[in-house]
Nanobody, 113 residues
């Protein structure tokens, strides 16, 4: 039912910042929790952050204190503000509802000097 389109990725130097967006189609966005996930070649997909419909948040230990998940229900959009980026943050980033539906194309984040 719901489709997601991720955007905002790119190349950034270590210590830099990037803001990802996840635009959701459909009319049921507001009732779901949302999550951000990432995957690099040869690595398992990793859960990054979660935000409930009410705005409660949770983060993986690897990004806690550096990343902030937020949502704008009026725009059916979820965001991931990424600060103090590290090379190990390099991955394709995906968003999805919780419970999950089909995946979008993701957006590439590359952290390199």
């Amino acid at each position: 039912q719901v489709q997601f389109v991720e955007s905002g990725g790119g190349l950034v130097q270590p210590g830099g910042s990037l803001r990802l967006s996840c635009a959701a189609s459909g009319s049921i966005f507001n009732i779901y929790a949302m999550g951000w996930y990432r995957q690099a070649p040869g690595k398992q997909q990793q859960w990054v952050a979660r935000i409930t419909s009410g705005g409660n948040t949770n983060y993986a230990d690897s990004v806690k204190g550096r990343f902030t998940i937020s949502r704008d229900n009026s725009k059916n959009t979820t965001y991931l503000q990424m600060n103090t980026l590290k090379p190990e943050d390099t991955a394709v980033y995906y968003c999805n509802s919780i419970p999950m539906t089909h995946w979008g194309q993701g957006t590439q984040v590359t952290v390199s000097s």
